[in-house]
């Protein structure tokens, strides 16, 4: 019998405020034009003054918990990707464990940018598989529009704020492709790349700083990166290109996303494509698809998902999973 990290329920939260690309228009050189044929994206949501990643967090996490039927007081793990939490210290994690009225477990956040959500679950699932943990959320919260340049029309167009959540929780499995549940992670980073994307502030200039980004390398990487990562974990799950239901990608940019599922080979049909309401929400991202997929009525118990991201680092990687 082989332990798995099988997913019972998962939610997303959108602040209220939706900016489609046409509100650029008065402040910058740009169209919704060119936003839509080079991004895919149409629209983003914003989070209001005063609204933080925790708290976005802990709506989503809410959600992910009443569609599980789980209670906060039984879980024993929160995992929170994001690079934009609300102070330097502590973790976004520990701030939603208190919102969620937590006394038990232990809470910490995870750091690799757009990648951030695949790492979380890697690590949630490795929680699991090794009895540390029953249940763990496993959440992707970012506030990237506190990091924007708005004078910089290549970046500020593309992010959007948001979070997803899953809850994770320890079964059984026969060790075969069949079961439920995290079936294989990869995960890779190399720093020798930070100048292609980084936020220019931090404690040691006291100015939590402005994303910085070279868009065509880091494109590049992405269209060379994003299907090998995803085709190492599948080889490692044993899991063919047929054996696919759902690519559930972090949503950059729709060109990204076409040009890994033709390398994956699989068409846009079996891709859950969110990015024209989201824009990019960093590690939000996919948590945030994977719940829309499941409301929309794409994703459904016993499909095999295969997620994949790349990001700041860089870092890149990809969970292939059993819904
Ligand atoms: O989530 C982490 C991973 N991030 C990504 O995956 C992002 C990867 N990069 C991209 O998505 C794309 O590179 C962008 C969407 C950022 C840019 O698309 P591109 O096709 O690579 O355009 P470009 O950067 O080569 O720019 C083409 C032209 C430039 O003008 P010139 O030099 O040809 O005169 C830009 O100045 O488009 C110009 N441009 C814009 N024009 C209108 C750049 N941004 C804008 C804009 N509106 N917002």
Request: glycine share 10%; net charge negative.
């Amino acid at each position: 019998m082989t332990t798995r990290a099988i997913i019972k329920g998962v939610g997303h939260y959108l602040p209220a405020r939706v900016v489609p690309n046409s509100e650029f228009e008065a402040t910058l050189e740009t169209t919704d034009e060119w936003i839509k044929a080079r991004s895919g994206i149409e629209r983003r949501h914003f989070a209001a003054d005063g609204e933080t990643t925790s708290q976005m967090a802990a709506h989503a996490a809410r959600k992910a918990l009443d569609m599980a039927g789980v209670d906060a007081a039984q879980v024993d793990a929160i995992v929170l990707a994001t690079s934009t939490p609300d102070l330097t210290f502590p973790s976004a994690a520990t701030m939603v464990q208190a919102e969620l009225g937590m006394k038990n477990g232990f809470a910490f956040d995870v750091q690799a940018v757009c990648a951030g959500f695949v790492y979380a679950l890697a690590n949630a699932n490795a929680l699991i598989v090794s009895q540390q943990a029953k249940r763990v959320l496993v959440i992707g919260a970012e506030t990237f529009s506190r990091i924007m340049d708005w004078t910089d029309r290549g970046t500020c167009v593309l992010f959007g704020d948001g979070a997803g959540a899953v809850l994770l929780e320890a079964g059984t499995g026969d060790g075969t492709k069949a079961d439920r549940g995290i079936l294989a992670t990869d995960l890779n980073s190399d720093g020798t790349y930070k100048d292609l994307l980084y936020v220019d502030g931090g404690v040691n200039d006291q100015n939590s700083g402005k994303l910085r980004m070279e868009g065509k390398e880091v494109f590049r990487h992405a269209v060379e990166k994003l299907a090998a990562t995803a085709h190492k974990a599948m080889e490692k799950a044993g899991v063919e290109t047929r054996d696919v239901d759902w690519v559930v990608p972090h949503q950059a940019n729709l060109r990204i996303i076409k040009a890994t599922a033709t390398k994956m080979g699989l068409p846009l049909e079996n891709v859950v494509v969110t990015v024209q309401d989201h824009g990019n929400t960093s590690a939000a991202s996919i948590p945030l698809a994977l719940s829309v997929g499941v409301e929309r009525g794409q994703i459904k118990q016993g499909d095999m998902v295969v997620t994949e991201a790349i990001g700041g680092g860089l870092a890149w990687g990809s969970v292939v999973l059993r819904w």
